[in-house]
């Protein structure tokens, strides 16, 4: 199997829009920790699906990104929602034809990108834990704060929402755990009693 920082070069190109280049990345580091619980997932599968699922994102005007996509009323079902996946899906069967992953593999990845933010189930296992590592990233203090600003929140309110709206989100045991240390942590770090 071709390795995954061969996937992550390939698709480089698409990554350098809405801070894709530190949200996959670190996201990408909180599937594999799944994966760790869960060794009867399939790791090439996770892996390429948490680093191509969101460069449709690349497709999409950068301002209509943030004003449709997060800030407008019932964003996460918004059009942009929807071509993000979309596009995703087309773009990441190219990054991967390109590094001669065959279509099997890639319709596997494809089925996880297709829906991954508009679906609210899971399709498998991979599938669980590319939509928790999706999620968790936002729990670092570095989530906390690209994410704030996307939302136009303070990190506060933002940690709050994390809180109430995202943990009952998560689908498994290990990764409710870790948002919830890691939220701890990244409380005490931006002082968010006091700020
Ligand atoms: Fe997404
Ligand atoms: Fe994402």
């Known amino acids: 199997m071709i390795p995954h920082s061969d996937i992550l070069k390939g698709a480089e190109k698409y990554m350098r829009v809405r801070k894709n280049d530190v949200h996959i990345p670190i996201?990408?580091?909180?599937?594999?920790?799944?994966?760790?619980?869960?060794?009867?997932a399939d790791k090439?599968?996770?892996g390429a699906a948490i680093i191509l699922h969101d460069i449709g994102w690349y497709s999409i005007d950068e301002d209509d990104i943030f004003k449709k996509g997060f800030q407008s009323k019932n964003f996460m079902k918004s059009d942009v929602r929807y071509l993000h996946e979309s596009e995703g899906m087309r773009l990441g069967a190219e990054v991967l034809k390109e590094l001669g992953y065959d279509e099997e593999f890639?319709?596997?990845?494809?089925?996880?990108?297709?829906?991954?933010?508009t679906r609210d189930f899971a399709r498998s296992?991979?599938?669980?834990?590319?939509?928790?590592?999706?999620?968790?990233?936002?729990?670092?203090?570095?989530?906390?704060?690209?994410?704030c600003d996307w939302f136009k929140q303070t990190p506060s309110t933002y940690c709050n929402r994390l809180e109430t709206d995202i943990i009952p989100l998560l689908d498994l045991p290990e990764s409710k755990e870790m948002a919830t240390a890691d939220l701890a942590e990244t409380r005490t770090t931006l002082c968010t009693d006091i700020l």
């Open 125 to 147: 296992l991979e599938d669980k834990i590319v939509r928790d590592a999706d999620k968790l990233w936002r729990f670092t203090v570095t989530g906390v704060s690209v994410a």
């Open 27 to 40: 996201s990408y580091s909180y599937a594999m920790k799944l994966t760790e619980s869960y060794p009867e």
């Open 44 to 46: 090439d599968v996770v």
């Open 106 to 117: 890639i319709e596997k990845v494809c089925y996880i990108i297709d829906g991954h933010d």
